[in-house]
T-cell receptor, first 115, second 116 residues
Framework: AQSVTQLGSHVSVSEGALVLLRCNYS??????LFWYVQYPNQGLQLLLK??????LVKGINGFEAEFKKSETSFHLTKPSAHMSDAAEYFC?????????????FGTGTRLQVTL | EAGVTQFPSHSVIEKGQTVTLRCDPI?????LYWYRRVMGKEIKFLLH????????ESGMPNNRFLAERTGGTYSTLKVQPAELEDSGVYFC??????????????FGEGSRLTVL
């Protein structure tokens, strides 16, 4: 069984500040991990993914995430927030021996960026 | 290249009525998925097609939900009769067969269903 916990349903940061969105997972098999983003009135878009290669994964728009097996975490960071980063972010896990058919998502974190 | 398209974007129906949601995947994508997000909760898997075959429908809530993918192209998800707890956003996603082991799914904008 797999599960994802995203701490904080809402996060607010000032423009230019560090963005840190937390994700912890539980998986009985080595996981594939993902961050998806949903901008207003758009579909979910893949931000980045971890598939057992480098533990530090770089994604689009300056985001990155680090896979820490010992902490079962895959936190998303960005050094400097921009107004355009305001969106809802979803962490997801998929089993490495399975297919992509059962992505298990967290409840999402809505990021607000203020001036 | 066109993305995953879903129709309608928003549907408001009375309890007991029927609604059919449609999804057109990216051309050439054999995998098609349906997910649902009830307000404030996580996005949950409903089912997975490979071409026209149901690969996994373990997430379907009950027999009021019927998904089809005739000819392996577009898919429909019918809810009959709709209940209040069916309200939520229904997402469709697709991926090429080669994407089966990478997990990257391409999502549509979702169909918001409101049952009154």
């Amino acid at each position: 069984a797999q599960s994802v916990t995203q701490l904080g349903s809402h996060v607010s940061v000032s423009e230019g500040a560090l963005v840190l969105l937390r994700c912890n997972y539980s998986s009985s098999v080595p996981p594939y991990l993902f961050w998806y983003v949903q901008y207003p009135n758009q579909g979910l878009q893949l931000l980045l993914k971890y598939t057992s290669a480098a533990t530090l994964v770089k994604g689009i728009n300056g985001f990155e995430a680090e896979f820490k097996k010992s902490e079962t975490s895959f936190h998303l960071t960005k050094p400097s927030a921009h107004m355009s980063d305001a969106a809802e972010y979803f962490c997801a896990v998929s089993g490495i021996t399975g297919t992509a058919s059962k992505l298990t998502f967290g409840t999402g974190t809505r990021l607000q960026v203020t001036l | 290249e066109a993305g995953v398209t879903q129709f309608p974007s928003h549907s408001v129906i009375e309890k007991g009525q029927t609604v059919t949601l449609r999804c057109d995947p990216i051309s050439g994508h054999d995998n098609l998925y349906w997910y649902r997000r009830v307000m404030g909760k996580e996005i949950k898997f409903l089912l997975h097609f490979v071409k026209e075959s149901k690969q996994d429908e373990s997430g379907m809530p009950n027999n009021r939900f019927l998904a089809e993918r005739t000819g392996g192209t577009y898919s429909t998800l019918k809810v009959q009769p709709a209940e209040l707890e069916d309200s939520g956003v229904y997402f469709c996603a697709s991926s090429p067969l080669a994407g089966l082991t990478t997990g990257e799914l391409f999502f549509g904008e979702g169909s918001r269903l409101t049952v009154l």
